[in-house]
């Protein structure tokens, strides 16, 4: 063997060696950052390693990539009846603006892996775009004619996308309010134990059902503690016992709260049922479906979400760029990370579970806020029910659904929703319990939203008062 | 030799008749009128026969409004049916597009934009009873645009327009000209 087959063995060994790993990189790793052209928005860096689910095929075009925008945010944009749909825009009439900017597609306004130019809201082009088609309105709107094209998306003036609460008609049929309601609560949930969707149980201790060779699997100690938690707890009471969640007996039958049946028995437990040690979502998504639903589309669950086209590990926010507690900095997302293994008390997931995790301005100055001490004063029972403004009460809001057709309302884990651009929390947050003017002003005020709204707005938003100017203008003759 | 020269030139003039590859088929005007008449109906019904009637002209079971989601048993007000319909077809068939427009439009993005609107509105209004025929090039496209008379049937109509505070026209009356239908077919 002469010194250059030496080589041409190295060579090709060196060949199968690249490809094989660019195969497993390609293939099988979950991390895949190798081959990343650039870092992903702060809206979609939970998925960037599930490639696929943006880059639907091989050679994925601008409708690929459209379709893949829509299939995850299609539903919020119909929801808040989306101020410039891809409709718009697709008359031939529009031609000539769609050359300039292409605005059927989401991508030309947001594009990914670009984060040195990307702004808010992950745009990615310059924030004057609005001047390609209104470019005159200052002739139709004389208040707006000093006013720079890169200001018109400014808090409490207008948004691309949703304008459901900063539209003229609805400026004026909400001025002058206070700046707190009357009666300032946030919507009540429905009772659904009077409604007879849940059965009202209360298991105690006594009514545990657990294999008999449970000693096996957990200590004697953590067993009681689990169990201590779990009497009183909301499942207890609802009839919940240890094998529904701790078993793989409920798998095939998905049901809702509404249909929700204790079927714990021992008998299912010889018949070969398979004993879960640490329940995941899929578990909880049995009963809670709508709460697992909106999770898998918000920030927290969406890397683990079923639609996903390839499931990634739970997120940790050590793969942020927001400020997290550094003991938190590993701790992978799940239901249990907010509600507990076994108490499930929505009152310390509506904050406990927040604030044992972010450790930003906003969430470390939480505590000192008049929503803080107005939430102690409801956990208390010294105000009734909705009076108190907990981290969820914003983040994850109550929302209105239709269920088998009546009319629930049940907490939304999709904080993406109402988050960004933050007039999105006008309607279904803020105006619970305070005017429209006040809120414009509020959440247009950055140092106001830092300290998490200590003091007053220090600016006043004109909107209203231009809107109410303009309604009130002699008409034309 | 002579006679093969005949039979050649025979079959030949034979054959290129059976390749004649004449297009039939609609012709667009027919296309686009008959259009306009489907659409026409659809929204002179909606017009007198749901929003008169069940308005706040009719029984006022029904609240027509321009932000009709917003308000408890609110329904779209004609125009803006009419152009869920146009936005809708836009969604599911990319062989017509069409628009409602007008020279005095309450929402400035209803104004003519191309020449051909431009024209085709003012002749709709200076001919009343007629309609616009014309081709245009719109991104690379030529299209057979058409453009209705969109006129005032209900008083409705006429009151909505003549009070609304972004409306440039105060003055409208009924059965006048308020605008047209735009419609357009990629010629190819």
């Given at each position: 063997m002469t010194i250059k087959h030496y080589f041409w063995c190295i060579w090709l060994l060196a060949t199968i060696t690249l490809l094989s790993c660019l195969a497993y990189t390609i293939f099988?790793?979950?991390?895949?950052?190798?081959?990343?052209i650039g870092k992903a928005s702060h809206g979609h860096y939970q998925i960037e390693m599930s490639c696929v689910s943006c880059h639907t095929d091989s050679f994925s075009g601008e409708e690929d990539f459209q379709s893949a925008c829509v299939n995850c945010h299609g539903k919020e944009l119909k929801l808040v009846d989306d101020t410039h749909p891809k409709r718009k825009f697709t008359d031939p009439r529009n031609a000539d603006r769609t050359k300039i900017l292409d605005a059927r597609y989401c991508v030309t306004c947001h594009t990914e892996h670009q984060a040195e130019y990307t702004l808010g809201m992950g745009l990615t082009i310059p924030q004057d775009f609005c001047i390609h088609c209104h470019q005159d309105i200052a002739e139709e709107r004389?208040?707006?004619?000093?006013?720079?094209?890169?200001?018109?998306?400014n808090a409490g003036c207008h948004n691309f996308h949703d304008n459901s609460s900063l539209y003229q008609d609805f400026l004026v049929r909400h001025a002058n309010e206070p700046v707190l309601n009357a009666i300032a609560r946030l919507s009540d949930m429905k009772d659904i134990k009077s409604k007879g969707y849940v059965p009202d149980m209360n298991l105690s201790l006594s009514d545990q059902i657990l294999p008999l060779d449970i000693e096996a699997t957990i200590d004697s100690l953590s067993l009681a503690k689990a169990a201590h938690e779990w009497e009183g707890s909301a499942h207890a009471n609802a009839?919940?016992?240890?094998?529904?969640?701790?078993?793989?007996?409920?798998?095939d039958s998905k049901k809702t709260e509404a249909d929700s049946q204790v079927i714990s028995d021992l008998d299912q437990i010889k018949s070969g049922s398979t004993w879960i040690a640490k329940p995941d979502h899929l578990v909880c998504s049995r009963c809670h479906e709508y709460q697992t639903e909106t999770y898998y589309e918000g920030k927290h669950g969406m890397r683990i979400s079923p639609y996903l086209q390839l499931p990634l590990s739970p997120l940790r926010p050590s793969m942020s760029d927001l400020p997290f507690k550094a003991d938190s900095l590993n701790r992978e997302h799940g239901c249990n990370t907010c509600h507990g293994a076994h108490g499930y008390e929505t009152e310390e997931a509506a904050v406990g579970g927040c604030l044992s995790c972010h450790d930003d301005d906003h969430s470390t100055h939480y505590k000192g806020s008049i929503h803080f001490a107005l939430w102690q004063k409801e956990i208390s029972g010294e105000l009734p029910p909705g009076s108190g403004v907990s981290c969820a009460s914003c983040h994850m809001p109550r929302e209105e659904i239709i269920h088998k057709g009546e009319k629930m309302v049940q907490v939304t884990h999709n904080q993406n929703t109402y988050f960004q651009p933050n007039e999105k929390m006008i309607r279904p947050v803020c105006m619970q319990c305070h005017g429209l003017s006040f809120a414009l002003d509020a959440l247009a005020d950055k140092t106001l939203i830092e300290n998490n709204f200590k003091g007053k707005p220090a600016h006043h938003i004109p909107s209203i008062d231009w809107a109410i100017k303009r309604d009130q203008k002699p008409r034309k003759e | 030799m002579k006679n093969f020269g005949i039979v050649f030139s025979a079959l030949l003039i034979f054959l290129q008749g059976c390749g004649d590859n004449k297009q039939v088929g609609i012709e667009p005007q027919v296309y686009t009128d008959s259009l306009f008449a489907v659409m026409n109906a659809d929204r002179v019904n909606y017009t007198t026969l749901v929003v008169k009637r069940l308005g706040a002209e009719g029984t006022g079971a029904i609240k027509p409004d321009e932000h009709w989601k917003d308000v408890e048993n609110g329904i779209p007000l004609p125009a803006q049916m009419f152009r869920a319909g146009a936005e809708r077809v836009s969604e599911t068939n990319d062989s017509f597009t069409y628009s409602l427009q007008s020279l005095w439009p309450i929402n400035s993005q209803n104004a003519p934009r191309t020449d051909a609107e431009k024209e085709g509105l003012k002749f709709i209004i200076d001919n009343p009873g007629k309609n616009f025929y014309t081709e245009e090039d719109l991104g690379g496209v030529t299209y057979y645009t058409a453009v209705y008379p969109d006129v005032a049937v209900s008083v409705a109509c006429v009151a909505c327009h003549n009070a609304h505070n972004d409306s440039p026209r105060t003055d409208f009356k009924i059965d006048e000209v308020m605008g047209g239908v735009v419609i357009r077919v990629p010629l190819k």
């Open positions: 099988l790793s979950e991390d895949k950052s190798v081959l990343l004389p208040s707006h004619k000093d006013i720079e094209y890169n200001s018109c998306a009839g919940i016992n240890c094998l529904d969640c701790h078993s793989n007996q409920n798998e | -």
